[in-house]
């Protein structure tokens, strides 16, 4: 039996339930293989975990829109967060390092060994790429290379916009991890590190909290066609 409201009136839900139908006929479908992702609407984000993709905005949509000024803008504050984690890491020359989310490629100056990015956003990749770095785009959901491919895999301030799925790649291509995360969302990413390293350091550099991981404890069986990388 359906309640009636405060006025009196029962309402009417087979309206409403109509126009859901329609607004979710609105929604593309995933393209096959496609990964949750975290969504951005407006200062607030949600996880999409339907089989439809809600229009609304991305985080690298977000950072294409800032591209050509994101080095003026946050090149100093990321380039300190690398000079910590190059200290907590201490790779040498031999290593060769893959950058998650490299964005215009700044956390990948300095290294003293062969570094790679990947990137979601077609503009930043561009601005690495135009400054000599061997960038793919991609996320990191999906990393086409092989297992153990890199000796240690970073992520500057991208790892909170990570789902699970990230940190399994991450653990099947590299042993090691140094990630540079937003405080207020240390602790989800914490979780998900302890799942496949051990963290070893810990260290605040202003709104982000650093975790650098130790040896994988997982690895699961690759995804990648060997022809791919």
Not at 81 to 92: A, D, F, R, T, Y
Not at 143 to 169: C, G, Q, W, Y
Not at 170 to 192: D, E, G, I, N, T
Not at 205 to 211: A, E, K, L
């Amino acid at each position: 039996m359906a309640l009636a409201n405060k006025y009196g009136n029962v309402p009417d839900v087979s309206q409403s339930i109509q126009n859901h139908r329609k607004n979710i006929r609105k929604y593309k479908p995933r393209p096959k293989g496609f990964r949750i992702a975290r969504m951005k609407v407006g200062f607030k984000s949600s996880w999409i975990r339907s089989g439809y993709m809600v229009s609304c905005s991305t985080p690298w949509n977000y950072y294409s829109s800032i591209a050509k000024g994101y080095d003026e803008l946050y090149g100093a504050e990321q380039r300190k967060k690398v000079k910590l984690i190059i200290e907590m890491l201490h790779p040498v020359s031999s290593w060769k390092v893959l950058d998650i989310g490299c964005g215009t490629g700044v956390s990948m100056e300095c290294w003293p060994c062969s570094i790679e990015g990947i990137e979601p956003s077609k503009k930043m990749a561009e601005i690495a790429k135009a400054k000599g770095f061997k960038i793919m785009v991609g996320s990191a959901e999906q990393l086409p290379f092989r297992d153990n491919s890199f000796d240690a895999v970073i992520a500057v301030t991208s790892a909170h916009h990570f789902s699970s799925d990230a940190f399994k790649e991450m653990a099947r291509v590299a042993p090691r991890a140094a990630l540079s995360v937003l405080k207020k969302s240390s602790a989800r990413v914490k979780r998900m590190v302890k799942k496949y390293w051990k963290i070893t350091t810990l260290k605040e550099s202003g709104p982000d909290v650093i975790i650098c991981c130790g040896q994988s404890l997982k690895r699961s069986p690759s995804r990648v066609d060997p022809k791919i990388v």
